[in-house]
């Protein structure tokens, strides 16, 4: 089974302070994605990235960062923390028609 | 107008009964259609996909696309309180770099009560 980790289920950081959000896939898939999860509005997609130092912004991507460095792991950075940046954050790797999710990783930002 | 476009419910249904989940979509290019589940405090794992129009079936569930009215539903045979869940449609284009790049519909919660 493909397994698509991320480093931490709750996080609750101060407004200004970098935030670093780390996601682990264990299927060398080349496809990687961030996006975040709000009620009401759905997923919606922040980055994604299609192969090692490769990333393209997605719908949302102000205020975000990322980095893929090794094909495995790809990381989501939050520049600078702001309140409406408080959400549920999913990582997702990509290969053949399937996305998989990892459990999320839910922030709150004050 | 949002590209994909689902009824947002909330829906709560008796135990047994036939479940109706359906999305719209703006896009003609899109190529692949699929549905996720999303259990509370997890992450969505995919139902179904498919590519072309018509229906797919898998066990209780029926997935049903119409590209001509740009129209994709969900069916649920036989509803069990363990598919009490979120539902997300997803719409995506294949091959190239955006390959994997989905867009989600709002999502649906749905109840079923014993």
């Known amino acids: 089974d493909v397994k698509v980790t991320q480093s931490s289920r709750y996080l609750v950081k101060r407004t200004g302070e970098k935030v670093f959000l780390e996601c682990v896939q264990d299927m060398d898939h080349e496809n990687m994605f961030w996006y975040r999860q709000d009620p009401g509005l759905g997923l919606r997609l922040i980055y994604f990235?299609?192969?090692?130092?490769?990333?393209e912004k997605g719908d949302i991507p102000e205020g975000y960062s990322v980095s893929r460095e090794k094909k495995e792991r790809f990381s989501l950075i939050l520049e600078s923390a702001s309140t409406n940046q408080t959400s549920m954050y999913l990582c997702?790797?990509?290969?053949?028609?399937?996305?998989?999710f990892g459990s999320g990783t839910q922030l709150s930002v004050l | 107008q949002k590209e994909v476009e689902q009824d947002p419910g909330p829906l709560s249904v008796p135990e047994g009964a036939i479940v109706s989940l359906n999305c719209t979509y703006s896009?003609?290019?899109?190529?692949?259609f699929m549905w996720y589940r999303q259990y509370s405090r997890k992450g969505p794992e995919l139902l179904m996909y498919?590519?072309?129009?018509g229906n797919k079936e898998d066990g209780r569930f029926t997935a049903q696309v119409d590209k001509s009215s740009k129209y994709i539903s969900l069916f649920i045979r036989d509803s069990q309180p363990s598919d009490s869940a979120t539902y997300l449609c997803a719409i995506g284009h294949a091959g190239g770099t955006s390959y994997g790049k989905l867009t989600f519909g709002q999502g649906t919660i749905l109840t079923v009560h014993p």
């Open positions: 990235s299609y192969d090692v130092k490769m990333k």
């Open positions: 498919t590519y072309s129009s």
């Open positions: 896009n003609s290019a899109f190529q692949y």
């Open positions: 997702a790797s990509f290969d053949t028609e399937k996305l998989f």
